[in-house]
């Protein structure tokens, strides 16, 4: 479902459920060893989707680590971005010189827990949300915004360094599966490509899930 979000040129995998007692890859065991059950099933699922995608673009299976922020360590030459929810994990991955970043999040379609909202909307959010709540009534779109920001600051974060709250980007959706978030702090980039002063992305729900993906052209 995920490669749907994605351009030409990008690589993603998905799964629905895990293999029981899946073991982790070499060099990733640590990472998981005092998990609980649940969350170790759900890394060693997730990390097996990057490595297929990854291995998509030609590269030897590795070990994926994680970075100063957890998120993934790829390969050199390769952008990409890991989700995982309940019944559902996820890796996208793409060419380095094809995307300057790429940021991928599913989330349940199902509203947000209470007093998740107050921490995530900014000031002009709430009436957008009303607005398209009123017109489709049958998307949560308060969780979907959730998700949206977190796939905005999965692309973000690799691309400055920096770390993004969820008050630093707005939102605006069409009900056609897109969206814009136009960045509220300073975005210039560790790597000298022009400032990141607003993200395109695309959204969609399926099998229960909403799915959001941000892509970051080299040109914007």
């Given at each position: 479902?995920?490669?749907?979000?994605?351009?030409?040129?990008?690589a993603?995998v998905?799964?629905?459920?895990?293999?029981?007692?899946?073991?982790?890859?070499?060099?990733?065991?640590?990472?998981?060893?005092?998990?609980?059950?649940?969350?170790r099933?759900?890394?060693?699922?997730?990390?097996?989707?990057?490595?297929?995608?990854?291995?998509?673009?030609?590269?030897?299976p590795?070990?994926i680590?994680?970075g100063?922020?957890?998120?993934?360590?790829?390969?050199?030459?390769?952008?990409?971005?890991?989700?995982?929810?309940?019944?559902?994990?996820?890796?996208?991955?793409?060419?380095?010189?094809?995307?300057?970043?790429?940021?991928?999040?599913?989330?349940?379609?199902?509203?947000?827990?209470?007093?998740?909202?107050?921490?995530?909307?900014?000031?002009?959010?709430?009436?957008?949300?009303?607005?398209?709540?009123?017109?489709?009534p049958?998307?949560?779109?308060?969780?979907?915004?959730?998700?949206a920001?977190?796939?905005?600051?999965?692309?973000?974060?690799?691309?400055?360094?920096?770390?993004?709250?969820?008050?630093?980007?707005?939102?605006?959706?069409?009900?056609?599966?897109?969206?814009?978030?136009r960045?509220?702090?300073d975005?210039t980039?560790?790597?000298?490509?022009?400032?990141?002063?607003?993200?395109?992305?695309?959204?969609?729900?399926?099998?229960g899930?909403?799915?959001?993906?941000?892509?970051?052209?080299?040109?914007?």
């Open positions: 479902m995920i490669e749907a979000l994605l351009p030409a040129g990008a993603a998905e799964a629905f459920t895990d293999v029981p007692d899946e073991a982790p890859f070499p060099g990733e065991e640590d990472l998981v060893a005092r998990a609980v059950p649940a969350r099933q759900e890394f060693v699922t997730a990390r097996r989707c990057a490595r297929e995608a990854v291995a998509r673009l030609g590269y030897a590795a070990p680590r994680p100063p922020r957890r998120e993934p360590v790829w390969p050199d030459g390769v952008v990409g971005s890991i989700t995982h929810c309940t019944g559902y994990r996820a890796a996208a991955v793409a060419p380095a010189g094809a995307l300057a970043g790429l940021g991928i999040d599913a989330e349940p379609h199902e509203p947000l827990p209470d007093g998740v909202a107050g921490v995530v909307l900014t000031a002009g959010e709430p009436d957008r949300l009303a607005a398209l709540r009123a017109a489709d049958a998307t949560c779109w308060d969780r979907l915004l959730f998700s920001k977190e796939s905005v600051y999965k692309a973000w974060y690799p691309l400055t360094g920096r770390w993004l709250g969820f008050e630093e980007a707005e939102l605006t959706f069409d009900r056609a599966g897109r969206f814009t978030a960045i509220l702090v975005g980039r560790t790597d000298g490509g022009p400032a990141l002063g607003s993200l395109d992305g695309r959204w969609l729900v399926a099998r899930l909403l799915l959001t993906a941000v892509v970051v052209p080299h040109r914007q």
